[in-house]
């Protein structure tokens, strides 16, 4: 994801936490009505969304986009299934990536690019118990070893 021209409006946390993320793919979202004034609002939760693959297309399940205040009747259900757009060839891929064991489809952000709406989707493997305790030791230390360098160059 370049910074040009794109602005983050979520970011899944839980994912770097949880998961080894392989590879990463830009997606677009079919949205209706009201779900774009939302996303521009930042009122949007990628907690435990994940992607699956279902007759050639992929969904995006558990994405929690806020209800629109002035919305009224147009406001869709917040927690329904929402269409990801891609090449047909890249699902396929995906698809077949998946079938192995221990990999699934999670997003990772939601971001406009030139003004559309487009979602990282990570494929993802996940993480032992130990790896994640290696991960926070990793991040220590080179807290540890920031602080020091910063107090020796004060000094």
């Not at 993320?21 to 774009?36: N, P, R, W």
């Not at 929690?64 to 406001?75: A, D, L, R, V």
């Not at 990536?97 to 939601?110: A, E, M, T």
Request: hydrophobic fraction near 35%; charged fraction near 30%.
């Amino acid at each position: 994801m370049t910074k040009a021209n794109t602005k983050t409006i979520a970011h899944n946390k839980k994912v770097s936490h949880d998961y080894f993320i392989i590879e990463s793919m830009e997606a677009g979202i079919e949205l209706k009505g009201t779900e774009v004034k939302s996303l521009r609002a930042g009122r949007v939760n990628l907690k435990d969304s994940w992607c699956s693959v279902v007759d050639g297309e992929i969904f995006i399940n558990g994405m929690h986009i806020s209800p629109y205040e002035q919305g009224n009747i147009f406001n869709k259900d917040p927690m329904r299934v929402r269409k990801l757009l891609m090449h047909k060839r890249e699902i396929m891929r995906l698809f077949g990536l998946v079938k192995q064991d221990g990999y699934s489809l999670i997003p990772v952000s939601v971001y406009f690019k030139n003004s559309k709406i487009k979602v990282q989707v990570g494929l993802c493997k996940g993480k032992k118990l130990y790896d994640k305790r290696a991960d926070i030791a990793a991040k220590d230390a080179k807290r540890n070893i920031e602080r020091h360098l910063k107090e020796q160059f004060k000094q």
